[in-house]
C-alpha cells in the first residue's frame, strides 16, 4: 500500500495561518524564511510550542529543505495560561490532574496539517532535555514562558547550542513594557551585548540574529 504524499511547504503555511495560535502571520511568514534560508546543516528546535502554529510554519521550511523541527514544550501552558489569568482556557484543562495539557491539540494541529514526518515533539521542561542536547542548531526559536526567571532559562540552556552561521529567533521581543513583558526583550540585549551574535531583519516582535562564533 503506497504512503500519501506529504503536502507541499504552501500547504503547511496556509494549516499554519488557520492553526491556533498567537504569532501573526507576518512573523510567522518572517521565521519561515529565516528557517528556509538558514546556510548552515542541522535541525530547526523550538522552545514554545503551544498548539503548533509556529511548528507548522518551521515545517514548512524543513519540507522545504530536508530537515527536521524539534519542538520542546511540558505543554502544561506558561503563567498567562493558567486560571485566573487572561489566556486561560478551561477546555485544555485535564480533569484528571486539573493541569493544563495542549498536546492533544498541538498533535491534532500537526496530524491535520500531514506535518508528522518532519516535525518531532518532546514533552519536557526545555532546561531537562538541553543537557542531553549535542547536536548543533541551524536555527533556535526562543517562544516559551515569558517570566524573567524562565527566559534567561531557555537562553542559558540553548543558546549555546546554535551552529555558527546558525539562526537564532526571539519571539515577542518588545522594546517598550507599554507593549508587553520585557523578558523576551532581555534576552534578545543580552545576546547583543555578547558580541557572538549579528542582528538580521526582524518583523513585529520577532527578533532575528545570527551566531557569527
Do not use: C, N
Amino acid at each position: 500500500m503506497s504512503r500519501p504524499l506529504a503536502p507541499p511547504a504552501e500547504d503547511l503555511l496556509t494549516a499554519a495561518r488557520a492553526a491556533p495560535g498567537f504569532m501573526p502571520d507576518d512573523e510567522g511568514t518572517a521565521l519561515y524564511e529565516a528557517a528556509r534560508t538558514v546556510a548552515v546543516p542541522g535541525p530547526l528546535l523550538e522552545v514554545g510550542s503551544w498548539m503548533g502554529r509556529s511548528a507548522l510554519y518551521l515545517a514548512a521550511a524543513a519540507r522545504e529543505t530536508g530537515r527536521q523541527v524539534v519542538t520542546v514544550d511540558h505543554h502544561r501552558g506558561s503563567e498567562e495560561h493558567q486560571p485566573g489569568w487572561e489566556y486561560h482556557d478551561p477546555s485544555l484543562v485535564d480533569p484528571a490532574v486539573g493541569l493544563l495539557d495542549t498536546l492533544p491539540r498541538f498533535r491534532r494541529t500537526i496530524a491535520d496539517a500531514g506535518a508528522e514526518d518532519v516535525v518531532i515533539a518532546v514533552v519536557a521542561r526545555s532546561e531537562v532535555l538541553a543537557p542531553l542536547w549535542t547536536t548543533p542548531l541551524a536555527l533556535l526559536f526562543l517562544d516559551g514562558s515569558h517570566t524573567e526567571e524562565s527566559a534567561r532559562r531557555d537562553q542559558d540552556a540553548w543558546v549555546a547550542k546554535l551552529a555558527v552561521g546558525g539562526t537564532l529567533a526571539i519571539h515577542d521581543v518588545f522594546p517598550d513594557p507599554a507593549d508587553g513583558g520585557q523578558a523576551p526583550y532581555g534576552v534578545y540585549r543580552r545576546v547583543l551585548a555578547s558580541g557572538d551574535f549579528a542582528e538580521l531583519p526582524g518583523t513585529g516582535s520577532l527578533r532575528l540574529l545570527r551566531r557569527e562564533r
